[in-house]
């Protein structure tokens, strides 16, 4: 399996960033149409894809190469 890369792991990130609004958004309509169950479920889904956003965008900025380095004379 080829290893992640900074692109494909903010890519992961952004589709997870997504996927968590539109969870909020079908939380919040089950909620106002009275089904507490789906709500649940759908809340439960948004806790999930906001820690699989937080987790993919940190790993990006840890593969991310640093900037140039800085020279001791400046």
Same mark, same amino acid.
């Not at 992640?4 to 149409?33: D, E, I, N, Q, W």
């Given at each position: 399996?080829?290893?992640? &890369?900074?692109?494909?792991? $903010?890519?992961?990130? /952004? =589709? @997870?960033? !997504? #996927? =968590? !609004?539109?969870? #909020?958004?079908?939380? !919040? !309509?089950?909620? &106002?149409?009275?089904?507490? #169950?789906?709500?649940? #479920?759908?809340? /439960?889904?948004?806790?999930? &894809?906001?820690?699989?956003?937080? *987790? *993919?965008?940190? $790993?990006? $900025?840890? @593969? @991310? ?5 800085? &020279?001791?004379?400046?």
């Amino acid at each position: 399996m080829p290893a992640l &890369t900074p692109r494909s792991s $903010r890519g992961f990130a /952004l =589709c @997870a960033v !997504v #996927v =968590c !609004v539109l969870a #909020v958004a079908a939380a !919040v !309509v089950s909620f &106002t149409k009275g089904s507490l #169950v789906l709500g649940i #479920v759908w809340v /439960l889904l948004t806790g999930l &894809t906001s820690n699989m956003a937080w *987790y *993919y965008a940190r $790993r990006a $900025r840890q @593969a @991310a190469p640093a900037g140039p380095p800085a &020279t001791a004379g400046e």
